[in-house]
């Protein structure tokens, strides 16, 4: 049996703020959502980081 996948991308905007608020419209819209992954960029994390990197997170910490 061939299992159909769909994907739908939204945009975020920008800051946690309005990303969190397109997120909560985005589930409400369409409930039965069940993977929602959120991606977005960000300053220099580290030296080693370049331009164009993709870096997974295994943890995260609010700042403010």
Do not use: Y
Request: charged letters at 10%; hydrophobic letters at 45%.
């Amino acid at each position: 049996m061939r299992q159909m996948t769909k994907i739908i991308l939204a945009q975020g905007g920008h800051g946690k703020t309005q990303f969190g608020i397109q997120t909560q419209h985005l589930l409400d819209l369409i409930p039965n959502i069940s993977l929602l992954i959120c991606a977005g960029a960000a300053g220099g994390i580290a030296r080693f980081i370049n331009i164009g990197d993709i870096v997974v997170a295994t943890s995260t910490v609010e700042h403010d």
